[in-house]
């Protein structure tokens, strides 16, 4: 069992940035796939960018590519999201979720366990 925590979202104007952080607990850390998704009002979740357990893989959605950075950090058990260069279009509700080895790819459907999510709001 994995517990996930995420941190670090709030308010920010357009152009700023936010670290996200995503901690974990209870299972083994290293072999898990992490994804970061998000979801806005009144639309469907969606992938983000996913850092893959052995950590050589990253995915980026296009829409970020260049903007959103995925590292992780094994001894502290947290993966993080650097978001720079922020866009209205960007505010959701951030998710981070674990896929037991996994490639960190963007089926949601693949990844078992999930956090409760943070909210970032961009200002235009």
């Known amino acids: 069992q994995v517990q996930l925590v995420e941190s670090g979202g709030g308010l920010v104007q357009a152009g700023g940035s936010l670290r996200l952080s995503c901690a974990a607990s209870g299972g083994t850390f290293s072999r898990y796939a992490i994804g970061w998704f998000r979801q806005a009002p009144g639309k469907e979740r969606e992938f983000v960018a996913g850092?893959?357990?052995?950590?050589?893989?990253?995915y980026y959605e296009d829409s970020v590519k260049g903007r959103f950075t995925m590292s992780r950090d094994l001894a502290k058990k947290t993966v993080y999201l650097q978001l720079n260069s922020l866009k209205p279009e960007d505010t959701a509700v951030y998710y981070c979720?674990?896929?037991?080895?996994?490639?960190?790819?963007?089926?949601?459907?693949?990844?078992?366990?999930w956090g409760q999510g943070t909210q970032v709001t961009v200002s235009s």
């Open positions: 850092l893959g357990w052995i950590g050589s893989s990253t």
């Open positions: 979720a674990a896929h037991y080895l996994g490639r960190g790819a963007n089926q949601q459907s693949d990844y078992e366990y």
